[in-house]
């Protein structure tokens, strides 16, 4: 340490430091984007406990609603498994995107951001990198799920393909409502407050959808909730996808609501960062 | 790099208000390209807001800059493409190694992937930082923070380079340290802006130094201008007794003409020390006060002199003092003048 502190005080080091010759061109809107995407599987790298949550969150779903309340649902645990895996994986991916906007509200107070936001990059490529480095997160999720899921008895009628399927429609989904959050993380800026609202919408709508319950054993007013509510739609599409039975208006409806939130809020989103 | 003679920044009639608070009340700036220019006040003067909005993090509520000629609002861009920022807390991702966050911001600069290596790996050599690259920098001193974060900001040549408050909070080896790093960098060609809160510092680099205070510029000039403007520099000394506290203000602003401050030590007295306009007139006068004071039979025990501080080119600049805490200094002094 104190050999190299002679060196920096005589001083030469910095000034040969100073890079030769033209700057580099400009980086692209998707080398940026992949850049950033890079940076937020370093930090998952760097911290894997971060996982804990998307790991055991559905392992504690699938025991407690198979084997608690499977039986009364279903009749049996293994009938119910076939129902609830589906479910399950969906309502882990919905509630893992929650974390964005609350992982964004705090990025953006960092002095970090200040520096990102002064250099000659697409802007809009912070976002992008950050939702995309998620999607890793997402499959970490869907693989866990899945596999714990098979280790209980879990046997799609789909095979592998179905069920590949499945996880690649919910990846969809998850990747288009994530830019709902990071508008929210944007515009709200208080990283509890996020966490708090994007909870508050996302518990009740699983819950109140066909993840754990069969939507024609409930009362009329709350199955008509049940019906309409967009978690329904997205886990009928999986389950018939795992299943092999899904018919391309299930899936299509999936596809065309994916296309909805992310063509809204976006672009909404970029320019809301953009103007910070 | 520019090699026209536009300059590095042109700021007219700078606002930006928060709230109720106007942190930039007007703020107008000239930089030479190829110059360190500094930017001098107080915690809260506004400093940091303008830096923000010249490097485009900002927008301003009224008024214009260009930078290198290129407006920082319609042109941001070309902006962004001149400048680089290094920030009062670190600009550097605290979850990532120093190594990573140098190869993710020169990969985002455009390098490729292996010059992103090959420029991260020449830049922590030259910044001592080789050995703790692998380190995440959360785990980093706040020197070695620093020196990233200096780092991060020359992995492309900036023509111009913000550098807020680059030093505080560092130990005196560390600050010399960035110093003699800024001066390297300013050898090579880059127009610096550093705000600082410490006199010395500008004083040590900046070729100029603008005052700041309340948003507002309120002296600008070379350093020697501004201490000429404040006096040569500060006498501050300590009585044997505590009692003979009037006397030595009575003999010390007759001798020096300028009002005598009291501080929080009950026996500690200081006093600006008037520019005589004579290479050694401040030290006679200094040593002809002190004469007086042992004619007087007051006993000093300790005497130094020194530099203004910043709180005494506040009052000089100002007629009053530049933060909460000399406040209570500044209504002592009044009390006892009256």
Same mark, same amino acid.
């Given at each position: ?17 100073? &890079? %030769? ?32 949550? =998307? ?16 039986? #009364? ?11 609830? %895996? ?44 950050? %939702?995309?480095?998620?999607? =890793? ?8 799920? =899945?596999?714990?899921?098979? #280790?209980?008895?879990?046997? &799609? ?58 939507? #024609? ?53 970029m320019r809301r960062f953009s103007r910070l | 790099m520019d090699l026209d003679s536009r300059p590095a920044i042109e700021a007219d009639g700078l606002v930006k208000t928060f709230g109720a608070t106007r942190a930039v009340d007007g703020v107008d700036l000239a930089v030479p390209a190829g110059s360190v220019y500094g930017f001098l006040g107080p915690n809260g003067a506004g400093k940091t807001t303008t830096i923000r909005m010249l490097a485009t993090l900002l927008r301003p509520d009224a008024g214009t800059a260009r ?40 990969? $985002?600069? !455009? ?30 001193? !706040? !020197? ?60 040590? $680099? ?30 501050? $000394?300590? $009585? ?8 030595a203000e009575r003999v010390l602003a007759r001798v020096l003409r300028v009002p005598v401050q009291r501080g929080t030590d009950p026996a500690a007295l200081g006093a600006r020390v008037p520019s005589t306009g004579e290479a050694d007139g401040t030290s006679e006068l200094v040593a002809h006060a002190l004469a007086e004071l042992s004619r007087s039979g ?27 805490? /000399? ?10 003048? /009256?």
């Amino acid at each position: 340490m104190s050999t190299q502190t002679i060196t920096m005080e005589t001083g030469n080091a910095h000034r040969a430091v100073l &890079p %030769v010759g033209d700057r580099p061109p400009r980086a692209g809107a998707l080398s940026a984007s992949i850049a950033f995407g890079w940076r937020a599987l370093l930090k998952i790298k760097h911290v894997p406990l971060q996982l804990f949550d =998307v790991i055991v969150h559905p392992v504690v779903f699938t025991l407690l609603f198979t084997f608690l309340f499977g039986g #009364a649902v279903a009749g049996s645990t293994g009938r119910y498994l076939q129902y609830v %895996v589906p479910g399950i994986l969906a309502m882990t991916l919905l509630v893992t995107t929650g974390y964005i906007g609350s992982a964004l509200s705090i990025d953006i107070s960092k002095g970090v951001f200040d520096r990102f936001r002064s250099m000659p990059v697409w802007r809009p490529s912070v976002l992008v990198g950050a %939702v995309l480095g998620d999607l =890793v997160r997402y499959a970490i999720a869907a693989a866990g799920v =899945v596999l714990f899921g098979l #280790a209980l008895g879990f046997r &799609p009628e789909g095979g592998p393909v179905g069920v590949l399927a499945g996880v690649l429609l919910a990846l969809v989904f998850s990747f288009s409502l994530a830019w709902l959050w990071t508008l929210l993380g944007l515009v709200m800026r208080a990283s509890n407050a996020v966490l708090g609202v994007t909870q508050a919408v996302l518990y009740p709508l699983a819950f109140f959808s066909n993840i754990f319950a069969i939507p #024609a054993s409930l009362p009329g007013w709350l199955r008509a909730f049940v019906d309409v509510n967009p978690v329904t739609h997205l886990v009928t599409a999986v389950r018939g996808l795992m299943a092999g039975t899904a018919t391309a208006g299930q899936v299509g409806w999936v596809l065309l609501a994916s296309a909805a939130l992310t063509l809204v809020f976006a672009p909404l989103a970029m320019r809301r960062f953009s103007r910070l | 790099m520019d090699l026209d003679s536009r300059p590095a920044i042109e700021a007219d009639g700078l606002v930006k208000t928060f709230g109720a608070t106007r942190a930039v009340d007007g703020v107008d700036l000239a930089v030479p390209a190829g110059s360190v220019y500094g930017f001098l006040g107080p915690n809260g003067a506004g400093k940091t807001t303008t830096i923000r909005m010249l490097a485009t993090l900002l927008r301003p509520d009224a008024g214009t800059a260009r930078v290198f000629g290129h407006e920082i609002v319609g042109e941001a861009d070309a902006v962004r493409a001149r400048v680089s920022l290094t920030g009062q807390f670190a600009s550097v991702d605290e979850d990532l190694t120093g190594l990573e966050n140098l190869v993710l911001l020169a990969r $985002l600069l !455009g390098h490729s992937r292996a010059g992103a290596r090959t420029r991260a790996a020449e830049l922590l050599e030259a910044f001592d930082l080789t050995g703790t690259a692998g380190r995440v920098v959360k785990k980093y001193s !706040g !020197g070695m923070r620093r020196r990233l974060d200096i780092a991060a900001s020359i992995i492309v040549t900036p023509e111009l380079l913000f550098l807020d408050e680059p030093t505080t909070g560092l130990d005196p080896r560390n600050r010399n340290q960035v110093w003699e790093i800024i001066r390297q960098i300013v050898a090579g060609g880059t127009t610096v802006l550093l705000t600082t809160q410490y006199l010395d510092e500008a004083d040590q $680099l900046a070729d100029r130094i603008a005052v700041i205070d309340h948003g507002k510029v309120i002296a600008e000039g070379t350093s020697a201008q501004l201490k000429a403007s404040v006096g040569a520099g500060a006498l501050h $000394l300590r $009585l044997r007794d505590a009692g003979d506290l009037p006397a030595a203000e009575r003999v010390l602003a007759r001798v020096l003409r300028v009002p005598v401050q009291r501080g929080t030590d009950p026996a500690a007295l200081g006093a600006r020390v008037p520019s005589t306009g004579e290479a050694d007139g401040t030290s006679e006068l200094v040593a002809h006060a002190l004469a007086e004071l042992s004619r007087s039979g007051i006993a000093v025990t300790d005497f130094a002199l020194g530099q203004p501080r910043l709180e005494e080119v506040f009052l000089a600049l100002t007629g009053r003092p530049a933060t909460a805490d /000399a406040v209570s200094n500044h209504d002592t002094t009044k009390e006892n003048a /009256a």
